[in-house]
């Protein structure tokens, strides 16, 4: 009986290392689990926070680009007024100089 009981305490002492052994390893795991939830909340939210600015900045991009094709038009239309000018400044610049020729030319 003696010899038994022995080797049912070893056994008992075996399992209750076992047990504590596994609950380590469970509490760990829990530890684990929690801080990889906390990790990914935060990268949820830093998800969260990229796509927000990623918004604003095609939203302030979308705005520029209307603004660059704005001037560009309105660059275009001085480029157009500019010649017009240019040309109408030439017509009156020959109209001018075919004035002066002609007095002396029906002097002549």
């Known amino acids: 009986m003696r010899d038994r009981s022995k080797v049912l305490e070893g056994e008992h002492a075996t399992l209750q290392r076992r047990y ?5 390893r469970s509490a760990s795991s829990d530890r684990a689990a929690s801080s990889a939830r906390a990790s990914l ?12 600015r990623a918004n604003e900045h095609e939203c302030a991009l979308s705005e520029v680009q209307e603004a660059r094709e ?11 007024d500019h010649a017009l000018m240019r040309m109408q400044l030439e017509e009156k ?5 075919l004035a002066k020729v002609r ?3 029906f002097l002549a």
């Open 103 to 105: 007095p002396s030319f």
């Open 41 to 52: 909340a935060q990268a949820q939210q830093r998800a969260t926070e990229w796509e927000v």
């Open 93 to 97: 610049d020959a109209e001018e100089r």
């Open 70 to 80: 704005d001037a560009e038009d309105r660059m275009a239309q001085l480029a157009d």
């Open 20 to 24: 504590k052994d596994q609950e380590m």
